[in-house]
């Protein structure tokens, strides 16, 4: 049993078990607590003042010098329904409270529901103030009590001490037994929690409490403190507390309170606000998830219904996106639930959450007075849904397991698609270690590859890889057989030819073939390792032709109307030949209709040398004497020449740009 480290004078056991008392106001559930831990959790003077619990009120009990469990005291007014949702998570027991002399009422009823849909899987019932009625009363609220849950333990107990035997006893050595017996929470994940308590106290400052939801924290930790505003600040852990006593480290399960220290509003910090690692998960406006509908629900749950979402213990607006339903003859397939339905979703949130995979939601109407269902989150950070991804379905499906390592072997086995395995430990809140060791898994081994990508990790089938491999090879080879002059193509061109977009897939199989050093990126075009642009016998005998053409006529280049005319090659043909010409620089662009030999260019610059020797600023008439040209052509060589800073305008001429400088 690992034990916490703590200051040798406050050295007290660590939470095994959380507790939360549930039920109808004016139940017992504050004198249950007080009997179970003698601890008053009314410290309110509003609380005192009306005999009922406002705010949740905490108080823990020593089972041994290892254990200790902690309860979560919660109001049970209708009116502070919210705050006793934000209690619920993160308990492991929920205990029902029900008054004898009072029975099943209202808010039994829907703390219960709440219980439920939040997922604590272990409730028990205590029937209280057995002091207050006869024996037949007591039997029959057992009946009901067997009836709502049939498979929890029920304890009797007396308000008052002196009264007939309290069963308090019992209680307690059921209650020991439990936190022996449970497994505690996993502390290997990154800290996580939801602050349910924010206050200050002078001479310390700002405390902050909740039940941790994952991981482990010290003190001297930096957190990220996310405030309900959506402002985000790094604080730093100052003290803490584990159990109510000064300890040096707070883990999964516990209840501890944080002093807080940094530069932030320390005013502006409340109920819903989330302190975190550095580097966990940035918080989602968007997640999909499974919800269950609550049976009683007399209305249609619609497509894009605006509802309240409880997570945690904070509480903010959405919509419901229904993914599928499955068509009834009564609503022919309109996008609608009802109760009792069991459904994909995707919930999408007005002000964004930390969510991870597995954190339980509630879903309210908008009014906040119905409780319309519970859910799961199965992927943070979601993105919008569009027409088609049946794949994305089935990715969905697979996460509704518990082991990660299963859910990376039936996403990569069963759809064939790529896994941000960076994103994917984000969303499972599990540290770069726990990542490691899912990858360990022997069937993942087998049947996926690693492969980075912009500093990202990504999982790929080794068979879908391979096949995708081999596939942009051949279509790559085809492309070089195609365009043998060509250096290469562009990514695109490829993509085309393979009839896909450069989706993510394409990019990672792309990236793995680089590194292997079977495909080569120079100036953005890929080829094979070995291509060398060739010309094939045909392309050969086509710019022997059109160069021909070219160097026959000397100064005098032929525009390209008139070499289509001479050759009989189309504009196609001949832009076959231009393009790696270019490239090459064998060839030179004059002007939009007209190409020359770039050893033209080189004879027309030592004539203008020549000529520049004899007058040093020319004109277009020089030129053209020199040259043997018409006007119009020798303007476009001397235009070229100046683009190329070869010559340059002066006065009414043109003079050498630079002597000896050739462009």
Known sequence: MKTIFCNSFNCSPAPRVIVATAGHVDHGKTSLVKQLTGVDTDRLEEEKRRGLSINLGFAYRKVDDHISIGFIDMPGHKGFINTMISGVSGIDIGMLVIAADDGLMPQTLEHLQVMVMLGVKQIMVVITKIDAVDRGAIDTLRCSAIKLLPQSPIFEVSSKAEGRASGIKALQEYLDNQARVLEPRNSQGLFRMSIDRAFTLKGIGLLVTGTVAAGTVKVGDSLRLLATSGASSTVRVRSLNANNQVAEEGMAGQRCSFNLVGDFDKQSVERGDYLSAIQCIEPSDRFDGRIEIAADISFPIKHMMPVKIYLGARRVAGKIFILKTAPTAENSGERKLIGADNALVQIVLKQALVVCHGDRFLIRDDSESINLGGGIVLVPQAQPWRRGQFMRLESLRA??????????????????????????????????????????????????????????????????????????????????????????????????????????????????????????????????????????????????????????????????????????????????????????????????KRYMLAETREAIKTAIIELAKDSQCFTVIHAKAQLGLGRGLTIEILEYLDSVQFTRRHNDGRELFSKGRFS
């Open 399 to 592: 996460m509704e397991q518990d082991d990660p390592s299963a859910v990376l072997v039936k996403i990569i086995l069963e759809t064939q698609e790529p896994i941000d395995f960076s994103r994917f430990i984000g969303s499972w809140n599990m540290t770069a270690r726990q990542g490691e060791a899912c990858l360990l898994n022997p069937q993942l081994q087998q049947c996926s590859e690693m492969i980075q990508l912009d500093g990202r990790k990504y999982l790929v089938s080794k068979e879908g890889l391979d096949n995708e491999k081999r596939q942009l090879c051949e279509h790559l080879q085809c492309l070089h057989h195609d365009h043998p002059m060509a250096a290469g193509v562009l990514a695109a061109d490829l993509a085309e030819h393979l009839k896909t977009d450069i989706n993510l897939l394409f990019r990672l199989v792309l990236s793995d073939l680089i590194k292997d050093a079977r495909v080569f990126v120079n100036n953005g075009l890929l080829s094979l390792a070995g291509h060398r642009p060739t010309l094939s016998s045909q392309v050969q005998q086509r710019w022997f032709l059109f160069s021909n053409i070219l160097r026959k006529g000397g100064f005098q280049v032929p525009l390209l109307s008139e070499i289509e005319k001479e050759t009989g090659l189309n504009g196609e043909q001949l832009s076959a030949l231009i393009i790696p010409a270019l490239k090459s620089g064998d060839l030179i662009q004059l002007s939009q």
